[in-house]
């Protein structure tokens, strides 16, 4: 069994009201899925799959014996566990933000400029 995936083929033309510019227009067509690709990206995606069933199987096993001690911890643990699931997804968004600009800094041979980028991000 063949896997296809439809993909976006663009052809190049002049658009008449843009005068001169090349606007795209795409048609669509199956391209055959590469069992090599596949691996690569699942490879990737399995770690990230295993990191957040590794953090959500600690909260499930740290809250268990939580419970039988009394409410309050159980309370305390519970809404730190809450408040770490929301602030994680602003710092991978803070390191996402600060290694694109140091890398596009970088590449473009402004080292000064990445200092203050990573100098301005740093935790204070």
């Known amino acids: 069994m063949s896997l296809t995936c439809p993909v976006l083929r ?3 033309h002049r658009a008449p009201a843009l005068h001169g510019v090349r ?5 669509l067509r ?10 690569e990206i ?9 990191n957040t ?16 001690s009394a409410l309050m911890p159980l ?4 809404i730190a566990s809450r408040l770490d699931h929301v602030l994680i997804q602003f710092i991978f968004a803070l390191g ?10 970088v590449g473009a041979g402004n ?6 980028v990573v100098w301005f991000s740093r935790a204070r």
């Open 96 to 105: 996402t933000a600060v290694v694109t600009m140091v890398g596009v800094n």
């Open 30 to 39: 199956r391209v055959p899925l590469q069992e090599q690709l596949i691996r």
């Open 10 to 12: 663009r052809r190049e």
């Open 42 to 50: 699942m490879g990737v995606g399995a770690l990230s799959a295993l």
């Open 75 to 78: 309370a305390g643990y519970g």
């Open 111 to 116: 080292t000064d400029s990445a200092k203050r």
């Open 23 to 27: 606007a795209r227009q795409g048609t």
């Open 53 to 68: 069933l590794q953090a959500n199987l600690m909260v499930i096993l740290v809250t268990g014996p939580s419970a039988w």
